[in-house]
């Protein structure tokens, strides 16, 4: 399948490793071959040069000029209400869900087991009725 | 100038400190479940009763629950975990570290006694067993939530993909 997501002016990057790592930032110029001029002044991103090998390319783009200045990146991702839109999304839910597991207890890792042993148990059930007997 | 030597050696006297009991680690508390880590009952999660004057840290299963005993186990074959139960109706404050010295045996050391077949192992005294009764029930009993419960029964266990230093307990 060919590529969807381009790097362009815009472009909502979320970071994948090091010290910004987590957090989501906006293309605003493109450096070289392999870094790009990020900006993130809502989510806490310092405007930096960053590699494109520590992002991953969002399905957002923001409609602003070449080296906007942050107050108007911080504008216009308010406008169109990126975080929000990334809590929502499917990266932005798998991201969330990462972080909720990383920080459940020994009781709630135990509960969780209950729970999926108890679900695939009725699934096993419903397939039995379903799958033709040998 | 060279350092001045007595002609004798002299032993230094030190000054024996009396040995501070370990201090409690890892912000337990009384009723908090641990996770034991070492000996039979590895991986078996019990309830944290008080620590002992020796520094060791008095545990109970419950006996119903997992087959733990009141037992004696170091701070180091823990892992303490965040979920805690409530243990005010139980009362162990009999339990001390005089009640798990174990009995001496009068044994002359006689050929006789060397070469007689070995006496069977002493049954389980029954004040021990009533005094596990008296504690756990203060235990048992308040705890309402029944996954607790099976979470009490179950063993801790490592998988694929579970790293013990990224895991919160």
């Known amino acids: 399948m ?14 994948n490793f090091g010290p910004e790592s987590g957090k989501l930032c906006v293309i605003v110029d493109v450096v070289d071959a392999k870094r790009a001029l990020v900006d993130g002044p809502v989510t ?28 108007n990146v911080a504008k216009s991702f308010d406008e169109h209400e990126i975080v929000k839109k990334w809590g929502n999304s499917h990266a932005g839910k798998h991201v969330a869900s990462n972080v909720r597991r990383a920080s459940l207890t020994d009781f709630e890792r135990f509960k969780l087991m209950a729970a999926q042993k108890k679900k695939s148990l009725l699934i096993k059930r419903e397939l039995k009725k379903i799958k033709p007997k040998h | ?38 000996g039979k009952h590895q991986g078996k999660r019990v309830a944290f009763l008080k620590q002992l004057e020796s520094g060791l840290l008095l545990v109970t299963g419950p006996y119903k629950l997992n087959g733990v005993p009141l037992k004696r186990v170091p701070q180091a074959y823990t892992v303490p975990t965040s979920t805690k139960i409530d243990i005010s109706g139980s009362d162990f404050s009999k339990v001390t570290d005089a009640y798990f ?14 070469f007689a077949p070995k006496k069977e192992k002493k049954p389980f005294s029954d004040a021990k067993k009533a005094m596990q009764k ?36």
């Open chain 2, 1 to 38: 100038m060279v350092k001045w030597y007595p002609t004798e050696d002299v032993q230094k006297v030190r000054v024996k400190r009396a040995n501070k009991p370990a201090r409690l680690r890892g912000g337990v508390s009384p009723g908090q479940i641990l996770i034991l880590l070492a």
């Open chain 1, 44 to 71: 806490g991103v310092v405007r930096q040069q960053m590699p494109f090998s520590r992002i991953s390319l969002t399905e957002f783009v923001l409609p602003i000029k070449r080296n906007q200045t942050s107050a």
């Open chain 1, 2 to 15: 060919a590529q969807t997501r381009f790097v362009e002016i815009g472009r909502v990057a979320y970071v």
């Open chain 2, 101 to 114: 010295a174990k009995e001496k045996e009068n044994t002359k050391k006689t050929e006789e006694a060397f």
């Open chain 2, 134 to 169: 008296s504690v756990d029930a203060g235990i048992v009993n308040k705890v309402a939530d029944p996954v607790v419960k099976k979470y009490l029964k179950t063993k801790f266990r490592l998988r694929n993909g579970m790293f013990p230093h990224t895991l919160k307990f």
